[in-house]
C-alpha cells in the first residue's frame, strides 16, 4: 500500500509541475504522440485483463490456465516496455529530445517514470511466474498473486491517466 501511495503522489507532483508550467510557459509547444502508445496501451490492457483471468483461474484451481495467462500478462508487459522504447525512439528521429521544449520533457520523464514502475512490477509478476511454474504457489503466495495484479492495474490506471494527460494538455 505504501509502494502505491508514494507512486501516486509522485504522479501528482508532477502532475501539478506540468499542469503549472503549462500554464506559466510562452514557450510551451505540444509534442506530437506517437502512434505506437495507441499499440502500447492494448497491450497493457491485454496484460491486465492476462492477469486477472489468471487471478481467477488460480481461484479455481486450474492452475495450469494460471501459468498460461500469467506468463501472457509478464510478456505482454515486457511487450509494452518495448513499445515505449520504440515511442521514445520514434521521437527521437523525430528530432524530439528530452531537451527540445517543456511537453517533450515533461513526456520523457512521465514516461520514464511510469516504465521504472513497470520494471518492477515486471520482476514482481516473474517471481510469481517462476514460483508458480515450479508448483510452489501454496496458499502464503497466492497474496503475492494479489499484490502483484492490484499493482498492475494500478500501473494501467496510470498510463491511461498519462496518455489523456498528454492528449488533453500536452
Known amino acids: 500500500?505504501?509502494?502505491?501511495?508514494?507512486?501516486?503522489?509522485?504522479?501528482?507532483?508532477?502532475?501539478?509541475?506540468?499542469?503549472?508550467?503549462?500554464?506559466?510557459?510562452?514557450?510551451?509547444?505540444?509534442?506530437?504522440?506517437?502512434?505506437?502508445?495507441?499499440?502500447?496501451?492494448?497491450?497493457?490492457?491485454?496484460?491486465?485483463?492476462?492477469?486477472?483471468?489468471?487471478?481467477?483461474?488460480?481461484?479455481?484451481?486450474?492452475?495450469?490456465?494460471?501459468?498460461?495467462?500469467?506468463?501472457?500478462?509478464?510478456?505482454?508487459?515486457?511487450?509494452?516496455?518495448?513499445?515505449?522504447?520504440?515511442?521514445?525512439?520514434?521521437?527521437?528521429?523525430?528530432?524530439?529530445?528530452?531537451?527540445t521544449n517543456p511537453s517533450s520533457s515533461f513526456f520523457f520523464l512521465l514516461t520514464c517514470v511510469h516504465a521504472v514502475h513497470l520494471i518492477g512490477g515486471i520482476g514482481a509478476l516473474g517471481y510469481v511466474n517462476i514460483q508458480a511454474l515450479r508448483l510452489r504457489l501454496g496458499p502464503g503466495k497466492r497474496t503475492a498473486v494479489d499484490v502483484c495484479a492490484v499493482f498492475w492495474h494500478f500501473l494501467d490506471g496510470m498510463w491511461v491517466y498519462l496518455l489523456l494527460l498528454f492528449l488533453i494538455w500536452g
Request: hydrophobic share 60%.
Open 1 to 99: 500500500m505504501v509502494l502505491l501511495a508514494a507512486s501516486v503522489m509522485l504522479i501528482a507532483a508532477f502532475t501539478s509541475a506540468f499542469v503549472v508550467r503549462r500554464g506559466l510557459s510562452d514557450d510551451w509547444v505540444t509534442m506530437p504522440l506517437p502512434r505506437i502508445l495507441w499499440v502500447n496501451t492494448a497491450v497493457l490492457l491485454a496484460s491486465s485483463v492476462a492477469l486477472e483471468l489468471a487471478r481467477r483461474a488460480l481461484k479455481s484451481g486450474r492452475r495450469t490456465a494460471f501459468n498460461r495467462f500469467w506468463t501472457a500478462g509478464t510478456v505482454l508487459g515486457l511487450v509494452f516496455l518495448a513499445g515505449q522504447y520504440a515511442a521514445w525512439q520514434q521521437l527521437y528521429r523525430a528530432g524530439i529530445y528530452i531537451a
